[in-house]
């Protein structure tokens, strides 16, 4: 059973920066396409951004572009999502997401295993 693990999460000031890592337990991370989102109180869970297994080609919300950069490891089964400049508006949980295969997908319902999601909080 695959399982995603995020890490990385916490309480920073705005302006500064995190990384939050997502660890995935699957075989061949390296067939999967990986994909964060986010999701505040009371809204819908939106995609943040998405990278390709050979992490050749991402995707980006247009809300992050610029201050978010997506990476991954395949040799330690795991993706990162850098973010930059935070905003207090930048204040949700984050998820990472997988699924096999080399297409990009902004779709919530096309990703098949999702992690429990970690927090960011940014004050002001």
């Known amino acids: 059973q695959v399982q995603l693990v995020e890490t990385g999460g916490g309480s920073v000031q705005a302006g500064g920066s995190l990384t939050l890592s997502c660890a995935a337990s699957v075989r061949t991370f390296s067939a999967y396409t990986m994909a964060w989102f986010r999701q505040g109180p009371g809204k819908e869970r939106e995609v943040v951004s998405s990278?390709?297994?050979?992490?050749?080609?991402?995707l980006y919300a247009d809300a992050v572009k610029g201050r978010f950069t997506i990476y991954r490891d395949n040799a330690k089964n795991s993706a990162f999502l850098q973010i930059n400049s935070l905003q207090p508006e930048d204040t949700v949980t984050y998820y990472c997401?997988?699924?096999?295969?080399?297409?990009?997908?902004?779709?919530?319902?096309?990703?098949?295993?999702w992690g429990q999601g970690t927090q960011v909080t940014v004050s002001s």
């Open positions: 990278i390709t297994p050979s992490g050749l080609r991402t």
């Open positions: 997401a997988l699924r096999s295969g080399q297409y990009l997908s902004r779709l919530e319902t096309y990703y098949a295993a």
